[in-house]
């Protein structure tokens, strides 16, 4: 009930195309959802994040879509560039308590130039 | 703001011998630290969690007498990976709490000969 389940694990993306990354979770529980990147050799770097009160957040190119109701939540890279090719990673937590991490399994996206 | 840095970002030990990495948050304090193991293309595993002034939580299967965790005050926590092997090489990952957002270190590679 604690995991988080990411698909696909790896993407390739023409530039300019649309990188949609997907996860789902089991615990309702889950009140706060981030997206974090991570280039090769570094640590993940905050993204974006959504709370289940509302279903969708856009920041620049980044979006998420959160399905409250199928427990589902996506990653949509608008205007994908060669730049944004990196492993991504969802993750869940809950607000209260010790705000610890469920991480998903990570999605390699690979933008073609 | 929310800068967190890790030390060293690599490290090279012979295997028997002990080897602590630091993780520091540069402008802001936190009570909750989380250490992480990654390993190549995989996800984040949660070892622990740091709270200044008591001791690590740490994840099942996690050995607390081989991972130390001192979390001595509110902007920085030590990881000692004792009497290291070579299954112990992996890339290290702190992250430090910060108004319920988690910010990440940039990461430890640790190489045990």
């Known amino acids: 009930q604690q995991q988080v389940k990411q698909s696909p694990q790896s993407l390739i993306v023409q530039k300019g195309g649309i990188s949609i990354i997907n996860c789902a979770y089991e615990?309702?529980?889950?009140?706060?959802f981030p997206w974090y990147q991570q280039f090769p050799g570094k640590g993940p770097a905050l993204l974006i994040a959504?709370?289940?009160?509302?279903s969708e957040k856009k920041e620049g190119r980044f979006t998420i879509s959160f399905n409250k109701s199928a427990k589902q939540f996506s990653l949509h890279i608008m205007d994908s560039q060669p730049g944004d090719s990196a492993t991504y990673f969802c993750?869940?937590?809950?607000?209260?308590?010790?705000?610890?991490?469920?991480f998903g399994t990570g999605t390699r996206l690979k933008v073609l130039a | 703001g929310a800068v967190v840095s890790q030390h060293p970002s690599r490290v090279i030990c012979k295997s028997g011998t002990s080897v602590k990495i630091e993780c520091r948050s540069l402008?802001?304090?936190?009570?909750?630290m989380f250490w992480y193991r990654q390993f190549p293309k995989q996800s984040l595993m949660l070892m622990a969690t740091?709270?200044?002034?008591?001791?690590?939580?740490?994840e099942q299967g996690v050995e607390k007498d081989k991972f130390l965790i001192n979390h001595a005050s509110l902007t920085l926590s030590t990881l000692t990976v004792t009497s290291a092997h070579p299954e112990d090489s992996s890339f290290y990952i702190c992250?430090?709490?910060?108004?319920?957002?988690?910010?990440f270190g940039p990461g430890t590679r640790l190489t045990v000969t």
């Open positions: 992250s430090a709490e910060g108004q319920g957002l988690q910010y």
């Open positions: 993750a869940a937590s809950m607000a209260s308590g010790t705000y610890k991490y469920i």
């Open positions: 402008d802001f304090q936190a009570t909750t």
């Open positions: 740091s709270n200044e002034g008591s001791k690590a939580t740490y």
């Open positions: 615990n309702t529980a889950f009140d706060y």
């Open positions: 959504i709370r289940p009160d509302v």
